[in-house]
């Protein structure tokens, strides 16, 4: 054991708060070490000026002060818990968001998924050829196209052209 480390035990070791063996084996330095002997002696002879010094009864405030200091310390406390707490809940809001957001892009994926597979799929009309991309007959698609409604904007300019040669 150095120098350096008895000196920081010193005031330990006259408390009589170090661990029987550590204790021993700084003693057992101060018995070798003249320097480290010294400082361990002047210590002592302070801890017992100290000791001998009359007791003073500590002034009024100082039992204000360490209230006030206790009243704090349990306020910074609170703040502190309630700190943590908010910050649990915002934690479990933010997962719940983000679950939100993978469940409703995995809606919209599968909705999607669902149509295309509806478009695929649909009943085949007799004389076209089936299957998905198929194109239409060129001669016929047009009949076709208005037949089932779905040339709407050929419908209006048909209506157009009747309501014309009407007036
Ligand atoms: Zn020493």
């Given at each position: 054991m150095n120098c350096r480390a008895v000196t920081k035990q010193l005031s330990f070791l006259l408390d009589e708060r170090l661990e029987s063996e550590f204790a021993v084996e700084v003693s057992e330095h101060l018995w070798s070490c003249r320097k480290c002997n010294r400082e361990f002696m002047r210590l002592s002879r302070l801890r017992q000026q100290l000791h001998s010094l009359r007791r003073v009864p500590a002034p009024q405030y100082l039992r204000h002060l360490v209230r006030l200091h206790i009243a704090e310390a349990q306020n910074d406390y609170l703040v502190k818990r309630l700190r943590e707490f908010l910050e649990l809940r915002w934690s479990r809001i933010r997962t719940t968001e983000r679950l939100w957001y993978v469940a409703r892009f995995l809606g919209t994926a599968s909705a999607f998924v669902f149509f295309f597979?509806?478009?695929?799929?649909r009943p085949a009309r007799p004389g076209s050829r089936a299957g998905p991309f198929a194109e239409p007959p060129a001669e016929s698609g047009g009949v076709r196209?208005?037949?089932?409604?779905?040339?709407?904007?050929?419908?209006?300019?048909?209506?157009?052209?009747?309501k014309r040669t009407h007036d």
């Amino acid at each position: 054991m150095n120098c350096r480390a008895v000196t920081k035990q010193l005031s330990f070791l006259l408390d009589e708060r170090l661990e029987s063996e550590f204790a021993v084996e700084v003693s057992e330095h101060l018995w070798s070490c003249r320097k480290c002997n010294r400082e361990f002696m002047r210590l002592s002879r302070l801890r017992q000026q100290l000791h001998s010094l009359r007791r003073v009864p500590a002034p009024q405030y100082l039992r204000h002060l360490v209230r006030l200091h206790i009243a704090e310390a349990q306020n910074d406390y609170l703040v502190k818990r309630l700190r943590e707490f908010l910050e649990l809940r915002w934690s479990r809001i933010r997962t719940t968001e983000r679950l939100w957001y993978v469940a409703r892009f995995l809606g919209t994926a599968s909705a999607f998924v669902f149509f295309f597979a509806l478009y695929l799929y649909r009943p085949a009309r007799p004389g076209s050829r089936a299957g998905p991309f198929a194109e239409p007959p060129a001669e016929s698609g047009g009949v076709r196209a208005q037949e089932s409604g779905i040339g709407s904007g050929g419908d209006a300019a048909q209506a157009y052209q009747l309501k014309r040669t009407h007036d």
